[in-house]
């Protein structure tokens, strides 16, 4: 179905003509890139997983401690936190496994005239997202390479946040930016995007100013940095 503001929304489709794709590429139309996220990449950023397990170890510390503190044995502090372990272990094994479902059921794609979202779990969603109609792309690149590429959407195109979780950009709520999310080699493909939609717009992009990526320390503490402005 069509959309109001000139994104594309389709429902669930059990039969791709070609992945990730609702429909065949019409003539003129080439696929330039094609993937889907890294899911440990995007239990990490998207379903913050390591700061879970941060969360659980300290409920865990915080568990023996008390029992201590009451007037247990060192020896019965430790099993009241290890009572509680496999119940932390579920918690974490549960959102990797959203993350896990959540990229295997997703596939971005890049052609020469726009940008497709194919996202969803148990209902598929397919957004299309025409160059002319995005106005802004930042590229949040971690040390290991993947990254997430951010796209605002020009004018008063909308899609709302919840529809694109987590394939949105973190906090931009009122104004929601549909995102490539643990995208392997994101670096390459924010090239390959910036070309495409020069080439398409005729118009040419904001050269980004920020930081070399070689600068980042922590594959889970990304750079942010504006690859594609309209002027």
């Known amino acids: 179905m069509r959309a109001a503001h000139r994104h594309t929304a389709g429902p669930e489709h059990e039969y791709e003509p070609q992945r990730g794709l609702p429909e065949v590429l019409p003539a003129g139309e080439t696929l330039l890139w094609q993937g889907s996220p890294d899911w440990r990449a ?3 950023g998207a379903f913050h997983v390591r700061k ?9 510390a915080l568990r023996g401690i ?3 503190a009451d007037g247990g044995t060192a020896t019965a502090a430790v ?4 009572w509680l372990l496999p119940l932390a272990a579920l918690g974490l094994g549960l959102v990797a496994t959203l993350a896990w479902l959540s990229a295997r059921g997703t596939v971005y794609t890049l ?4 940008v497709v979202m194919r996202i969803g779990i148990v209902l598929t969603v397919t957004y299309n997202l025409p160059f002319k109609r995005i106005a802004r792309a930042d590229l949040a690149l971690a040390a290991d390479g993947h990254g997430d590429i951010a796209l605002a959407l020009a004018g008063k195109d909308r899609i709302a946040y919840m529809q694109l979780w987590p394939h949105a950009r973190p906090w931009r709520l009122a104004r929601p930016e549909p995102s490539l999310r643990g995208v392997p080699d994101a ?3 924010a090239k390959q995007l910036v070309a495409a939609w020069s080439a398409a717009t ?3 992009a904001v050269p980004a100013s ?3 990526t070689s600068q980042a320390t922590e594959a889970d503490t990304p750079l942010t940095r504006p690859v594609l402005q309209t002027r």
Do not use: D, E, I
Not at 79 to 82: E, N, P, Q, V
Not at 111 to 114: D, E, S
């Open 42 to 44: 995007l239990a990490r």
């Open 52 to 60: 879970l397990a941060v969360y659980f170890s300290l409920m865990l």
């Open 66 to 68: 008390v029992v201590y």
């Open 79 to 82: 099993m009241a936190s290890l």
């Open 111 to 114: 052609t020469n005239k726009r």
């Open 187 to 189: 670096a390459r493909v």
């Open 202 to 204: 005729g118009r040419s």
């Open 210 to 212: 920020s930081p070399a």
